[in-house]
């Protein structure tokens, strides 16, 4: 009797974390799908994009993608999850709205080739990340401390202009982004595999909040590599 219900329990614990995977990939996906659309759409739209790329707009667009980040991250167990999925389908959606500078500065084979290679890369580091048996916690620790130095760094060269440290900087985020992919995947792995069964609401807020951790991280690698060996059209 008690092997049976133990089983069952192993059973139901594991159809939790499948649904709970499931909901984070398939909503990241929905994410960077809804986000190409708009990029697209607004690069193709000379009126749009000069209303975009004004300085103040601009500025009030990356300010409005910052809050609802950090709102979603802070807020969400506290929000319905109509709310959650709602916020994190609205930032998707800015994102694309100022990422659309992207078809300006790069050719359609660099940002394609360069989307092939984050979305191989993302993959394989995602796949680590759920199968290792390694706790992957210090890597965690030790990327994110690259991410604040790729920041710095990045904040430096604004004034330096040196071609030589923007390498340095590309290489290094390659390496944080993609260590974060791993990371985030086991973070989220061992949430799902904790998830409360049976609660609906708690799954889907998890799997929002878990949507946005590796969107972010796809988008940051993306972005990247398309610096790293996108070709300018100048």
């Known amino acids: 009797m008690y092997n049976a219900a133990n089983a069952q329990q192993t059973l139901s614990r594991a159809e939790t974390l499948n649904a709970f995977m499931r909901g984070v990939y ?64 609205a930032y998707s959606a800015l994102n694309g709205v100022t990422l659309s500078s992207i ?24 796949v680590y990340g759920m199968v290792t048996k390694r706790d992957l916690t210090s890597l965690g620790s030790f990327m994110f401390m690259g991410l604040i130095g790729i920041i710095i760094a990045s904040l430096v060269n604004i004034f330096l202009q040196s071609s030589a440290m923007a390498f340095i900087i590309n290489c290094v985020g390659v390496l944080v982004f993609t260590g974060l992919t791993a990371y985030d ?41 398309l610096r790293f060996f996108g070709g300018n059209r100048d």
């Open 26 to 89: 398939g909503w990241m996906a929905a994410g960077l799908g809804l986000t190409a659309v708009v990029a697209v759409m607004v690069a193709s739209s000379p009126s749009l994009l000069k209303i975009v790329f004004n300085p103040v707009v601009l500025i009030v667009l990356i300010l409005a993608e910052l809050g609802l980040v950090v709102g979603l991250s802070a807020r969400i167990n506290r929000m319905a999850a109509g709310t959650a999925t709602g916020l994190f389908m």
């Open 103 to 126: 078809f300006l500065a790069y050719t359609a084979t660099s940002i394609t080739s360069a989307f092939a290679v984050s979305a191989g890369m993302f993959l394989a580091m995602s």
């Open 185 to 225: 995947t086991q973070r989220l792995k061992d949430m799902g595999a904790a998830a409360p069964m049976g609660d609906a609401t708690a799954l889907r807020r998890g799997s929002i909040l878990g949507a946005l951790t590796l969107y972010l991280d796809f988008i940051n690698l993306f972005l990247i590599m």
